[in-house]
Each structure stands twice: as C-alpha cells, then as structure tokens.
C-alpha cells in the first residue's frame, strides 16, 4: 500500500519570502500522479499543483512550484513570494494509475505567514 | 464550468440518529464522485467512490453508506450515528477516465461539518 509522509507538522514564513514544504511516499508502481493540496480556514480543499509522474519536468504554477525526485520519492513544494492568503493547511497526495481511484493523502503541514 | 455543492454545511447529530449528506455536481456530466472523511487534525480518508450510477466501492468498513440515485448526486447515510462519526466530510468529482491526465484531478466541494453528540 502507499503512503505519503509530511515530516513537517508547521512551517512559517515571512511575507514575500520564499518557503519549502516537504512530501516523501511510497510506492512500488511506476506511472502515478502526485498533487498537493490546500486547506484554508474554510477547510475547502482546493488544488494547488498537479504532477504526473512519467514526466521529468517539474511542474508550475505561478508562484507554486515542485521539486519531484522520482528515485527519491520525494515532492516537495515551493512557494515564491509567500502572501497572507497563503497561509493554510497543505496535503501532498497520491493517487495511483493503475485502476485504483483513491488519493492517498500525508498528514499536513499548516503554514503561516508572517507579516 | 464545473461547480460541487454539499449539504448541509454543518450539521449536530444525537447518538443513534440516522444521516443524510448530500452532494450534487453541475456542468459536467458521467463524473466520478467520492466521499472522504477528516478527523480533526488530520488527512482525508477515503470513504466511498462512485464511477456511475448504482456502482459503488467502499473503502473502509464502517457505520456508513453511500448511495448514487441520479449520475450527478452522491448521497452519505447512516442508520444509526455513532460519537465517532464526528467530522469534516468531502465530497469530491473527476471525469471520468478517457484520457490521461486530464481524469486524474480531484475537485473538492466545501464540505459538511458533523457533530455527533
């Protein structure tokens, strides 16, 4: 079975400045998808960035963006010129290829934004 | 373009009360629909998903049931409501698999909170 680990329960940031957030998982397949999440204070889960893992390239957006090591199992997720709206809850999933429909989520890392 | 709805958005619950979550999807059609359940503090937990009407998997054992009675609508229900039934519950859609890429999204609506007492 998979699993998906934040080892970062916290992190903080100063407005405008740059931060990481950390994701590892494990798996034994080789075609997945690999996502992560936000949760504001609303706690509506909203999209943040995609990654398909047959793809070398990392993926974007805007100001987000990953680092996905596929020999390490590692995705992590960097946000550039961090915004007070920035500030919540941020899920790494994964979800397999292979027929099965569930997203695996870790466990969450809140971020905070400091003024 | 494509929007999800729940409801209700928080609900409190007795012990031994029976439930019914809705979720509805517009502006797409054939969707796949799932529930998930959060504990507080927590990642989601997948419950239930739905690749059609009448076609239900459950993914954990559980005083739950989840029924589909039109394409776009996923219900949650339960009998009798336990005190850990508390939590967020999501509902979520994607297309349904075609094409890569594009299938593999989860879109999330805004949830229901339950209080089970």
């Known amino acids: 079975a998979q699993t998906v680990t934040q080892s970062q329960p916290e992190m903080s940031v100063q407005e405008a400045e740059t931060v990481t957030l950390s994701c590892t998982y494990d798996?034994?397949?080789?075609?997945?998808?690999l996502f992560w999440y936000k949760q504001p204070p609303s706690r509506q889960m909203i999209l943040v960035i995609r990654q398909e893992a047959y793809k070398q390239q990392n993926a974007t957006e805007n100001r987000f963006s990953v680092n996905f090591q596929k020999a390490a199992k590692s995705f992590s997720l960097k946000i550039s010129d961090s915004q007070l709206g920035d500030a919540a809850m941020y899920f790494c999933a994964y979800k397999s290829n292979f027929g099965n429909e569930k997203l695996t989520f870790g466990t969450g890392t809140r971020l905070t934004i400091i003024p | 373009s494509q929007t999800i709805h729940q409801w209700p958005a928080t609900l409190v619950q007795p012990v031994g009360s029976p439930l019914s979550l809705e979720c509805t999807v517009e502006g797409t059609s054939n969707p796949n629909l799932y529930w998930y359940r959060q504990a507080a503090g927590r990642g989601l937990q997948l419950l239930f998903y739905s690749i059609g009407i009448d076609q239900i998997s459950s993914e954990v054992p559980q005083n739950l049931s989840a029924s589909r009675p039109q394409d776009r609508q996923f219900i949650l229900s339960s009998k009798k409501l336990l005190l850990s039934d508390s939590g967020f519950y999501l509902c979520?859609?994607?297309?349904?698999?075609?094409?890569?890429?594009?299938?593999?999204?989860?879109?999330f609506g805004p949830g229901t909170r339950l209080l089970v007492l």
């Open positions: 798996t034994s397949e080789s075609d997945y998808y």
């Open positions: 979520a859609w994607s297309v349904r698999r075609e094409v890569r890429e594009v299938q593999e999204t989860q879109y």
